[in-house]
């Protein structure tokens, strides 16, 4: 790894954790392995290989060194962590009828639909055989409590993504559950297992919390003002898959009559025509949507910055809070 690549936090992050993940890497290998039905390590093989960048499980093993953990159950935990996320990842892209993750074709569309889901349910069992391994019944509530608020997260979305009523309140609530609940969670148990103390404990929940909010917001933000080379998606894609994300719910806010119908029309009923993304980003920049848009991730950034302030000194502490500014870096 080159000196101008270690300079991202992630990086710096992975450097740290090089022995961890090796193990985290061997634990989910073995894991996903299954003697009677071969087709479960060859679709999850396929998406583990894609190369993402596995920050929820270095979050949990951040977590756990900060406060001095010197146990074997932190691997347990950040692999409980990632076949989560997995998991999640083969469901979405069913639900969504993806074609590509991370610059490849998914996995519904090498296989099927069918494989996609009884694969994710094989890992979500896979997630929940790790997690008791530890022993401990906080960890347990935490991973299932976050297990449930995802699967909440998705089916709330599916039914506001397209309503002009869906709100900024109903908008976060969805991005907790899709996006924040498994980073709060993957920070919690990290401090949870080390033993930490509950104003510890909450401080790393606090962060996870803010930083997977922070972190979507920003995502959703880059779909109308991003590169397509950066982010590998076109510019647009939330508009024409017609996702009501933050950006579009401040500007509908603050729509009058013949806006409103040009949202109704497009999101709404998914009657799109040629020229209605310029409208769209027309819109978005007279009600200065972006700009509040981008506002509100630096805010949930200082947010995560501000929960780890008080804990004690440490490199891993430095390189998280680096984190979260790197997060919203993109659209400063």
């Known amino acids: 790894m080159g000196t101008a690549e270690i300079t991202k936090p992630q990086d710096r992050l ?25 087709r479960i390590p060859e679709v999850t ?25 010197d146990g074997p159950y932190h691997i347990h935990l950040a692999a409980t962590v990632e076949f989560i996320h997995t998991a999640t990842l083969l469901h979405d892209d069913v639900v969504d ?20 889901v009884l694969v994710g349910d094989y890992l979500f069992s896979r997630s929940f055989q790790l997690m008791t391994e530890t022993g401990s019944l906080d960890v347990l509530r935490i991973l299932s409590d976050a297990s449930a608020t995802i699967a909440e997260g998705e ?18 609530q969805v991005v907790r559950g899709k996006t924040a609940a498994l980073f709060s969670a993957a920070t919690e148990v990290g401090g949870v297992i080390a033993g930490a103390d509950a104003a510890t404990v909450r401080a790393f929940y606090d962060y996870g919390d803010a930083l997977g909010i ?42 009058d009559e013949e806006e409103r119908a040009f949202w109704t029309r497009t999101i ?52 998280l809070i680096d984190l979260a500014d790197y997060v919203v870096e993109r659209i400063n």
């Open 14 to 38: 992975a450097a740290w954790m090089t022995t961890d993940m090796e193990a985290v890497n061997g634990l989910i290998r073995d894991r996903m392995a299954s003697k009677h039905a071969p």
């Open 45 to 69: 093989r396929h998406l583990v290989d894609a190369g993402g960048k596995r920050l929820r499980p270095m979050l949990t093993l951040a977590a756990a060194h900060m406060c001095g953990y």
């Open 97 to 116: 009828e993806s074609a590509q993750r991370r610059g490849r074709p998914t996995a519904n569309l090498l296989w099927d639909n069918k494989s996609s």
């Open 155 to 172: 089916v709330l979305q599916m039914t506001a993504a397209r309503d002009l009523a869906t709100d900024e309140g109903v908008y976060l």
């Open 214 to 255: 922070a972190f979507q917001i920003v995502d959703d933000l880059l779909d109308y003002q991003g590169q397509s080379a950066a982010t590998g998606k076109n510019v647009g894609d939330d508009f024409r898959e017609r996702k009501l994300t933050l950006p579009v719910i401040k500007a509908v806010a603050k729509a």
């Open 268 to 319: 709404e009923k998914g009657r799109q025509e040629d020229g209605d993304l310029d409208h769209a980003l027309e819109l978005l920049n007279r009600h200065g949507a972006l700009e509040a848009t981008r506002l509100d991730a630096v805010a949930w950034s200082d947010k995560a910055k501000a929960a780890l302030a008080p804990l004690p000194e440490h490199e891993l502490r430095t390189i």
